[in-house]
Structures are given as C-alpha cells and as structure tokens.
C-alpha cells in the first residue's frame, strides 16, 4: 500500500483558497487518490478521487501531476464550515479501499 | 443525501460487558463495514460484511468481535467481553457496489469501557 504523507496541520482564513498536498511517492499504477473529510465526533466523508490531471466537483478539486507522486486537494473560498480532518488515501478505486487506513490526515483550521 | 444511522450516539459499560453497536446502513446498500477511530489515532478498519457473510476482517477484529444483518435493516457490531481499551468511536459504513468508489459513514458510537 502506498504511504501518504501530508502537512498536520494549516490555518486559512475565510474566503481564501486553500490546497492540501498530499505525497505518495510508491503509488501504484492501479491507484487511485481518494480524499475525505472528517468533522469532530462525525465519520468520515467522501470529497473527491482522481487518476490523473485534474478532477472538479461541486465541493472540490483534485489536481495529479504527471508522475502522480503527489496530488493537491484544492477548496476553494473555504469558509468556517470547512474546518475539519482532511485525509488523503491512496489505493484501489472501489473493492477494496474499504481496507485502506486513514492516517493523521490534515487538520484545516478556518481563521474567520 | 442519503444517510447512514447510527445508535446509540453514545455507549457508557463496565469492563467485561456485552454490548451492541446498532446501524441501519442506506437502503439499497449492499456492502457493509466497521471501523475504529481510537480518539486522537487513525480510523481503521474492522470488518466487511456482504450477503449475510463476513468478507473480511482486519487483525484487530478478533473472537471477541462479531458482526450480524438480524433482518432487512440494521447491521450490527457486539463486542461480548469489552476492554479498557475497546474505548473507542465506531463507525459503521456502507456502499451498493464494490465497485463505488464512496464509501457512507454514519456518525458514529462512542463507546467508553470503564
């Protein structure tokens, strides 16, 4: 499994745009970058997953450059409602992500 | 957007307890999972479940663990002997297909053994 490693931590303030890279230098060529949000005392919650280049959705987008040993998670005009756990997970696309660890993730403070 | 329930919200037992974690995953889900967030440390996964069966398991998930679909609703976890350390936020997660790549968590149960 491909080991990630992304910031502890990052404050923002509101309005701003904010990008979280994540790394993952052993990424496997069927791997996937799938990346969640978790809220104090909620469970975790699906944001975006991406390939390769760039993938948008109504929350957020993803950015993978072309060796895919990173990727950015990108919010954009992040207000105090974003401030959560960010997890960046490399693995599958479907069967079997379910295994994957969340690590520490990115704690994203929204500053008002 | 469709949701994953959990009760209770909160779980206070006494060591060596029996307790039961309860989840009614989304409707038309197929696949079913545990997962443990020990506070402070990683979520980890517990147990897949699908077609009345366990898929898989992780090493934490042990003989004192065990899953169950008693009907077409809920999906369980009981911990029949609990620990100190089984002091932790559960997690109950769902999806249709394998292939989804969206897994839906509930909100969780904390459980504290005393």
């Known amino acids: 499994l491909a080991k990630t490693t992304q910031p502890i931590s990052m404050d923002s303030y509101e309005g701003q745009e904010v990008n979280i890279t994540c790394s993952h230098n052993?990424?496997?060529?069927?791997?996937?970058i799938t990346w969640y949000q978790q809220f104090p005392s909620q469970g975790p919650r699906f944001i975006i997953q991406g390939y390769k280049t760039k993938v948008t959705n109504e929350v957020a987008s993803l950015f993978i450059p072309a060796d895919r040993k990173s990727s950015t998670l990108s919010l954009p005009r992040v207000s105090l409602s974003d401030t959560a756990v960010y997890y960046c997970?490399?693995?599958?696309?479907?069967?079997?992500?379910?295994?994957?660890?969340f690590g520490t993730g990115t704690r994203l403070t929204i500053i008002p | 957007e469709p949701e994953v329930t959990q009760t209770p919200s909160h779980q206070v037992t006494q060591m060596g307890q029996e307790v039961i974690l309860r989840c009614v995953p989304i409707?038309?889900?197929?696949?079913f999972y545990w997962y443990r967030q020990i506070l402070g440390q990683k979520v980890e996964f517990l147990v897949s479940?699908?077609?009345?069966?366990?898929?898989?398991k992780s090493e934490i998930f042990d003989d004192q663990f065990s899953v169950e679909r008693p009907d077409g609703s809920n999906f369980t976890l009981k911990i029949r002997s609990t620990k100190l350390e089984d002091s932790a936020m559960y997690f109950c997660a769902s999806r249709q297909e394998p292939t989804n790549e969206k897994l839906f968590f509930g909100s969780g149960t904390q459980l504290s053994v005393l």
């Open positions: 052993n990424i496997a060529t069927n791997d996937y």
């Open positions: 997970l490399v693995g599958p696309k479907g069967f079997g992500n379910e295994k994957l660890t």
């Open positions: 409707s038309n889900h197929l696949y």
């Open positions: 479940f699908y077609n009345n069966e366990i898929s898989e």
